[in-house]
């Protein structure tokens, strides 16, 4: 099954906005029509094949069924454009947002940065609205 770009590309969008808000400077995350997300900030540049097939055996198989099928597309694009961001991060050595509450770094499920507390998850942010740090 193929990725959708617009998906893909609104969701690097929502990214870019949070990396802004949280990190300060100003950051460019995009994806091209070859699949590949380049995310910028200063004089800093990495380039990520994407790829444009739906890795669908990492999803439960009724993921992929008519009633999920929307959902389930736009979940992994998101998954897959956060998982993405957050690597080229760690190899600039770049720390990315806690939890304020728990000390946790932020972290994705689907399109909402998640923090994983010592006795429960809590839903942080959707992807796109993160608040500035410190409110969370």
Known sequence: MQRDLVTLKRWASA????????LG???????DDSYVMTVRFDDLREEVL????V????WPPHTWGPQFLKTALDDEAAET???EFLEVLRLW????????????????CSSVWICAG???THDVALMGELPPP???
């Not at 990214?15 to 949280?22: N, T």
């Not at 994407?50 to 097939?53: H, N």
């Not at 890795?55 to 990492?58: G, I, N, Q």
Request: aromatic share 8%; hydrophobic share 30%; glycine share 8%.
């Open 81 to 83: 454009v956060a998982d």
């Open 15 to 22: 990214v870019e906005r949070d990396a802004g808000r949280s």
């Open 118 to 120: 010592p006795t429960t």
């Open 134 to 136: 410190g409110t969370y």
């Open 55 to 58: 890795d669908e055996d990492a």
């Open 93 to 108: 050595d770049v720390e990315w947002m806690s939890c304020s509450k728990h000390d946790r770094p932020i972290w994705h």
């Open 25 to 31: 400077g100003s950051w460019e995350v995009d994806v």
């Open 50 to 53: 994407l790829g444009e097939v």
